[in-house]
Nanobody, 123 residues
Framework: QVQLVESGGGLVQAGDSLRLSCAASGRTFSSYAVGWFRQAPGKEREFVAANRWNGRSASYTDSVKGRFTISRDNAKNTVYLQMNSLKPEDTAVYYC????????????????WGQGTQVTVSS
């Protein structure tokens, strides 16, 4: 069993940066790929980024490439999402997810989810 807790969200202006953290509990966390997803009001949950257990093979949705970076520190059981040059369209609740072996953008394949953290970007 893995429990995930996101933090680091907030209200920022366009062009600002935020770093989200996802703290995990559970001995097997370091063996999982981890993903970040987001859900804006009235929209479906969408894939943002994911990487393998060793931090490699990172993948991103096109809209965040070059602006967001996913990383992890397995010694701290924590995954990060560094978000730069934020845009109003990045406004959403951001979730981290784990429980898959390889990074995937398909939400249904992840077994564990955090409660989410709100990111609001004003123009």
């Amino acid at each position: 069993q893995v429990q995930l807790v996101e933090s680091g969200g907030g209200l920022v202006q366009a062009g600002d940066s935020l770093r989200l953290s996802c703290a995990a509990s559970g001995r097997t966390f370091s063996s999982y790929a981890v993903g970040w997803f987001r859900q804006a009001p009235g929209k479906e949950r969408e894939f943002v980024a994911a990487n393998r257990w060793n931090g490699r093979s990172a993948s991103y949705t096109d809209s965040v490439k070059g602006r967001f970076t996913i990383s992890r520190d397995n010694a701290k059981n924590t995954v990060y999402l560094q978000m730069n040059s934020l845009k109003p369209e990045d406004t959403a609740v951001y979730y981290c997810a784990a429980g898959v072996t390889y990074p995937t953008g398909i939400a249904a394949e992840y077994d564990y989810w955090g409660q989410g953290t709100q990111v609001t970007v004003s123009s």
